[in-house]
């Protein structure tokens, strides 16, 4: 894997590169549509295709489950699996791991946890993930972690993160000890943790950047910690990290935590958001998220977004797709899906226009002019703004 540095930003932190990979170069920043079970949901290749996806993700720990690694194996990998042709990251199972925690539990190098689909017994470790990983052929490999729950206080964040960095070494001598199985050479990202505490954020960081990882990633975010904390760790972690390596926020997020993210140097994002919201009846437009459920678009004969050029408002309108969501016809899902996916990809693609064209201020400002922001009212960001107050910090 190659990563080329091609534009900064004037002002903010924002910057566009390239990545270079055996199934194809990505344009970054980018956003990665998630194929959990090796299939985006409700989409084929096709439409991804035709949404212009760069990159997709795969899940080692779902996949691992279900088909399993000898049908993997005997596929000849999961490019060849799903007939994708274009870049696969894959993660290592540590956050559904993490998401499990009332299942596993973590044993010197290992973690013994119970399957979610029927009660059997499995065991990961970084030389196992990292196997599962091999064998599915991914362009880029995750290393195996633990992500921090949000709370998490601050001696049980610094064990976790002993532990992280621990398997993180683990991950890489155990897979640059052994050749790729198909043939392509297989990138390795390390991932900064530490929950919520900006030491122990720097200390990762620091420790990645001499472990020479192919790229970062910062995990163990868009768990429930405040808004605010997010975007601030974001931008430290990003200005810790090295330049000519990409960075990779996982797991985010909704489109203005797409923009607040590359304004503080993000290069990749991934979320299940596009989907799982289309299927729910949510859809995204320039102008903000509507339900489309909603009685208020019976006779709404406008597409969903007149901005958009993809199938489903070039070719049917509010009207239709909120008669297909009342009768549960598949097929607005489908379109609903198509839409979203086209939504986040053409946001990261105008946002990488902006940066190569020097003008992304002007492309954020006009943004949230635009786009409604879902404030989060909670207790705990309530707190945080106060705290950020009496240190006259302006989140």
């Known amino acids: 894997m190659k990563f080329t540095l091609e534009a900064t930003s004037s002002a903010y932190s924002a910057r566009a590169g390239r990545i270079e990979t055996t199934h194809g170069s990505i344009g970054t920043p980018v956003f990665m549509p998630v194929g959990t079970h090796a299939t985006v949901k409700a989409l084929s290749n096709r439409e991804l295709e035709e949404a212009q996806a760069q990159i997709i993700l795969g899940n080692t720990y779902h996949l691992y489950l279900r088909p399993g690694m000898d049908v993997i194996r005997a596929a000849g990998g999961l490019h060849a699996f799903m007939n994708w042709n274009k870049p696969i990251l894959t993660d290592s199972g540590g956050f559904q791991v993490f998401s499990l925690s009332h299942l596993r539990k973590i044993e010197g190098d290992s973690t013994s946890f119970r399957s979610h689909i029927d009660g059997s017994l499995h065991q990961f470790s970084p030389q196992i993930s990292m196997e599962i990983q091999r064998t599915l052929g991914s362009d880029i490999v ?3 972690d633990e992500c921090t729950p949000y709370p998490c206080d601050y001696e049980y964040a610094k064990r976790s993160l002993e532990l992280t960095h621990r398997w993180e070494k683990l991950s890489k001598a155990y897979l640059r000890s052994r050749e790729p199985l ?3 050479p297989q990138a390795l990202f390390g991932i900064v943790q530490g929950s919520v505490y900006e030491d122990l954020r720097m200390q990762s960081a620091d420790m990645l950047t001499r472990e020479d990882f192919d790229g ?11 808004k605010e904390v997010m975007y601030d760790l974001t931008q430290k972690v990003c200005d810790a990290l090295p330049e000519d390596k990409p960075r990779y926020l996982m797991g985010v997020g909704k489109p203005e935590d797409i923009i607040h993210s590359i304004a503080r140097g993000v290069d990749m994002m ?12 949510s859809v995204y437009t320039w102008d903000g998220k509507i339900n489309i459920k909603n009685s208020q678009y019976k006779n709404d004969f406008s597409p969903l977004d007149p901005e958009c050029g993809c199938y489903a408002c070039r070719n049917h309108s509010r009207a239709y797709l909120h008669h297909l969501y009342r009768q549960n016809e598949i097929l607005g899902l489908r379109l609903n899906s198509i839409h979203n996916i086209h939504f986040f990809l053409e946001l ?7 940066i190569l064209e020097d003008r992304f201020p002007e492309f954020y400002r006009d943004f949230f002019k635009r786009y409604p922001v879902e404030d989060d009212h909670s ?7 106060e705290n950020r107050r009496k240190k006259f910090v302006i989140p």
């Open 348 to 354: 990261t693609r105008k946002t990488r226009e902006a």
């Open 379 to 385: 207790e705990a960001n309530a707190v945080h703004r």
């Open 270 to 281: 991934d979320c299940v958001l596009p989907t799982r919201n289309a299927r729910n009846g």
């Open 216 to 226: 970062y990633a910062i995990g163990g975010l868009a768990v429930g910690e405040p």
């Open 142 to 144: 995750m290393v195996f």
């Open 182 to 184: 198909w043939g392509h």
